[in-house]
DNA sequence: AATTCATATGATTTGCAAGTCATACGACTA
DNA sequence: TAGTCGTATGACTTGCAAATCATATGAATT
């Protein structure tokens, strides 16, 4: 069924943490240590959250030493997140969470 | 944070069953009957889940007699589905369920 | 070579969203 | 007005994804 691989692609995006690691690499690639700090969660939680972001192709990694520096895939991801943020606008008002 | 609302929001898609309704409801509005019998699922969860969709207004509802036929947001949804299949055309090859 | 640093990995636990079950409700029909 | 049809609702259960915990790996530093 076709609905799979857009059920394992919209699970990497329906879920917190992986939103905000998301959102801050926006700006520009980080390694592990910064996206850390920058959003207070666990190491380890985080690696597993990084690792599926990037089976998916919604990240990609390079290494550097002995750290990884994590970047979004700018291309196909900034516009899915601009058309969901238009829709939120329009459409999610009185929604519980918007 | 801004994330609550998108998390929201991509959840409704992170789900196979409302994603076949999402999919069924491409083509042309439908009863909560019709939907039923295409996508073989029970009536209960069925209804659960329309409402759901309904919440962020990726589905709307309109009532005629007892039943309710249900249509998908096609202005704003359908292009997201698009940007997300191009995505995964491109980008999950090699993905697990792509 | 031992230690530390940056990060990954696998096993286990847990929280919650989604499904199930039972029931309710409102609209139509006889 | 009793019955049935189409659908919704609320309480309960469950499955699974995500967090946690403990440990491993590999690269740098001493």
Redesign the interface.
Same mark, same amino acid.
């Given at each position: 069924?076709?609905? =799979?691989?857009?059920?394992?692609?919209?699970?990497k995006?329906?879920?917190?943490a992986n /939103?905000?690691i998301i959102?801050l690499l926006k700006s520009w690639p980080m390694n592990v240590k910064m996206i850390i700090e920058k959003t207070g969660r666990e190491q380890s939680a985080t690696s597993h959250n990084l690792k599926k972001l990037c089976?998916?192709?919604i990240l990609k990694v390079e290494k550097r030493g002995r750290e990884r520096f994590y970047s979004l895939?700018k291309e196909?991801?900034l516009?899915? /997140?601009e /058309?969901?943020?238009?829709?939120?606008r =329009?459409?999610?008002k009185g929604?519980?969470?918007?």
């Open positions: 069924m076709i609905c =799979k691989s857009y059920d394992y692609f919209f699970t995006f329906a879920n917190r /939103l905000e959102f089976d998916c192709n895939n196909t991801v516009p899915i /997140l /058309l969901v943020q238009k829709h939120i =329009k459409n999610c929604c519980k969470y918007a």
